[in-house]
């Protein structure tokens, strides 16, 4: 069962964790908010939200010219459902979660949520629908609870303590000597990577949105946090369209579907059993995942809480 808590190194290949981790997008977007890459058109509508089905049709991206990063990309989530992305560092996972994020525009082919080309309507509205939770999420200097707050800054003090409790990370706090007032960010209290993480996973239940952007954590936590977070994150996830570059085994299992990435093209999808089936490149994944791990996977026993 330990197995299922460690993280998942596909292909044996290392995250380069500083350049691509997905960072905390909503407050870059604070940060540099003059510099944006992507502008709104004049006039452009609110995103009329309905359900949260996300799709992709012929998706072409590329951040430099010449080098294409996103080949030809299509697929569809239906709402509530989970995809998970996977594939050697590189293949273009992270991107897909900015193009949804519309943090770039597309080159070619469109993204659309509920119907609607995303690059046609309100950048906020599209957002104000989006929660993201970073692999490293960055906090702010000023106390934990502002700092949970911002998933809903009109939250209520019980609203935010809710959501810590819900995030696995209330009792924690109240442990600190200042409570909820505790200072924290770089000239505050240091957070440990899984708390920040839960932090984010509170930030996110307050803001309650439809859907959900997920970049699993690549680095180990002891089993006893990990299995925390997997509990909070399957509460965030449930019944919330949710897009996930998967680095957990039980995230894969447990998906609708997987997209197999490789050189930015999707290569295989399917469900976990359907792909293993398939003998492709998946299942050639799995048994690399498998041989490398001395422990066999009684993973069914472990299904998160999403139905
Ligand atoms: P990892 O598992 O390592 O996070 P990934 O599958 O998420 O990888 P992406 O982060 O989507 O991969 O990157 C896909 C490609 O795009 C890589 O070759 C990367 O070097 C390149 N890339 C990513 N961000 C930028 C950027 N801001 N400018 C230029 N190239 C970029």
């Known amino acids: 069962i330990i197995q299922l808590y460690t993280p998942l190194n596909w292909f044996g290949t290392y995250y380069r964790m500083i350049q691509n981790s997905f960072i905390d997008m909503e407050n870059m977007f604070e940060l540099f908010a003059e510099d944006q890459e992507v502008k709104d058109v004049v006039n ?6 309905h359900a949260g ?8 991206f590329s951040y430099l010219d010449g080098k294409e990063i996103l080949r030809d990309v299509s697929f569809s989530v239906m709402p509530g459902q989970t995809v998970a992305l996977v594939g050697p560092s590189g293949s273009g996972k992270s991107t897909i979660i900015r193009l949804l994020f519309r943090f770039y525009d597309v080159k070619g ?6 119907g609607q080309d995303t690059s046609t309507v309100l950048q906020a509205s599209l957002r104000s629908h989006i929660g993201v939770v970073p692999q490293d999420t960055v906090l702010f200097n000023d106390t934990i609870r502002n700092n949970i707050r911002y998933g809903r800054v009109t939250a209520s003090d019980r609203e935010v303590e809710e959501a810590a409790m819900a995030a696995d990370i209330h009792d924690r706090i109240v442990s600190f000597r200042d409570g909820y007032d505790t200072q924290v960010g770089e000239r505050g209290l240091k957070l440990s990577g899984g708390e920040k993480q839960r932090v984010a996973i509170a930030r996110t239940i307050l803001k309650s949105p439809q859907i959900v952007l997920l970049d699993e954590a690549t680095s180990a936590l002891d089993t006893e946090t990990e299995r925390n977070i997997q509990a909070s994150l399957a509460r965030v996830c449930a ?3 949710t897009v996930v570059v998967a680095h957990r085994l039980s995230t894969v299992i447990n998906a609708d579907q997987i997209l197999v990435l490789k050189d930015g093209q999707i290569l295989e999808r399917g469900r976990h059993e359907e792909l293993l089936t398939k003998g492709g490149i998946y299942s050639g994944m799995w048994q690399k995942q498998q041989s490398g791990t001395e422990e066999s ?10 139905s």
């Open 297 to 306: 996977s009684d993973s069914d026993t472990e299904r998160k809480d999403r």
């Open 53 to 60: 089905k996300i799709e992709f049709e012929n998706v072409h």
């Open 239 to 241: 019944n919330r369209t």
């Open 44 to 49: 452009a509508p609110e995103l009329r939200f």
């Open 109 to 114: 082919g469109s993204v659309r949520v509920d």
